[in-house]
């Protein structure tokens, strides 16, 4: 069963910084493509970076610079390195395996969630 654990999310100041983490389970990391999704209060999913196999990465424009995605195969774990927070980066952060539907990446499996809130 394929299971991913996000953790790290709290509160923060804006200007402030956090690590998430995804503890993945239950299928072969190392070979998968992974997300970093976030959903803010009446708004759709939104997906923020992606990692490949071999730690390729890519990212939505409006995170590019402040955000790092990661991961460590050695330990089934993917990680979102978040500095220069903004007000607007308050959402739920998922992590995602992702598939590719004729060259559009989409999420398949995905975590609970956990909550970042910016605010001073």
């Known amino acids: 069963e394929v299971q991913l654990v996000e953790s790290g999310g709290g509160l923060v100041q804006p200007g402030g910084s956090l690590r998430l983490s995804c503890a993945a389970s239950?299928?072969?990391?190392?070979?998968?493509?992974m997300g970093w999704f976030r959903q803010a209060p009446g708004n759709g999913r939104e997906w923020i970076a992606r990692?490949?196999?071999?730690?390729?990465?890519s990212y939505l424009d409006s995170v590019k610079g402040r955000f790092t995605a990661s991961r460590d195969n050695a330990k089934n774990t993917l990680y979102l390195q978040m500095n220069s927070l903004k007000v607007e980066d308050t959402a739920m952060y998922y992590c995602?395996?992702?598939?590719?539907?004729?060259?559009?990446?989409?999420?398949?499996?995905w975590g609970q969630g956990t909550q970042v809130t910016v605010s001073s």
């Open positions: 995602a395996t992702l598939v590719s539907y004729g060259g559009v990446w989409s999420g398949l499996n």
């Open positions: 239950g299928f072969a990391f190392s070979d998968k493509d």
């Open positions: 990692v490949s196999p071999l730690s390729t990465t």
